[in-house]
């Protein structure tokens, strides 16, 4: 297996940090060769002083934003700054299931022509509101963008750097991830995961930055998809 870096950003996520971190490494074992990348997404609360601690780990590494620019921005740092080809994402507040990554691993690797592996997230543990908002913005991507994937906003993927950084970068980039591998002539696999209630803290995403706001971004990925 090769070697690999996970990418997890963080927004005040103080006490989801660690325990996340503690599956993480449960669930790899030891004799994987990966690191993991945390970017602070401008968190007013002890984020950084969580991750400080867990530098003690020479696998872990953490980047700092000065003030909250976004999940994608985050995400995009992170992997700039990975010195692996092959990343995984994770959402920082516990609800992905760190159990799952190695099935994704395992299919992303039995093919050199899988470039991207997404999980898929079922018996979600989210609002209703939650719930409906993301089914809706999906059935409208899929027929806009026809990626095929019923849940682009799951966090938890594994995917080529070199193919990613190909991308032009925008705010929304992590979820349409899909649309532009598909887009480039690049095979995708989905994977059912498992979803967990938030333990601590809070969603920083709503109704009006996943469904809205996903308009114009589905334009603004069609018009790349083409220069592809």
Request: charge should be positive; glycine fraction near 8%; proline fraction near 2%.
């Amino acid at each position: 297996m090769n070697n690999f870096t996970l990418v997890i950003p963080v927004y005040n996520e103080e006490d989801n940090i660690v325990n996340l971190y503690s599956e993480i490494k449960n669930s790899l074992g030891e004799n994987l060769l990966y690191n993991i990348v945390f970017v602070n997404d401008g968190s007013t609360d002890n984020s950084r002083t969580v991750l400080e601690a867990l530098k003690k780990d020479p696998r872990v590494t953490s980047f700092e934003n000065k003030k909250n620019l976004g999940q994608s921005y985050s995400i995009h740092k992170g992997i700039i700054n990975s010195n692996n080809d092959t990343i995984i994402t994770i959402d920082g507040d516990g609800q992905n299931d760190p159990s799952d990554i190695i099935r994704l691993l395992n299919l992303y690797n039995s093919n050199d022509n899988i470039k991207l592996v997404g999980g898929i997230r079922v018996n979600r543990k989210d609002t209703i509101i939650k719930k409906i908002s993301s089914f809706i913005a999906n059935k409208v991507r899929n027929f806009f963008l026809k990626d095929n994937c019923a849940d682009t906003g799951c966090a938890l993927k594994v995917f080529s750097k070199e193919v990613f950084i190909g991308f032009e970068f925008f705010d929304g980039l992590h979820r349409f991830l899909p649309s532009l591998f598909i887009g480039a002539g690049h095979k995708c696999k989905y994977v059912n995961v498992n979803h967990r209630y938030r333990v601590a803290g809070y969603s920083k995403y709503g109704v009006g930055n996943r469904l809205f706001r996903g308009i114009s971004d589905m334009i603004k990925v069609k018009k790349m998809i083409k220069k592809l």
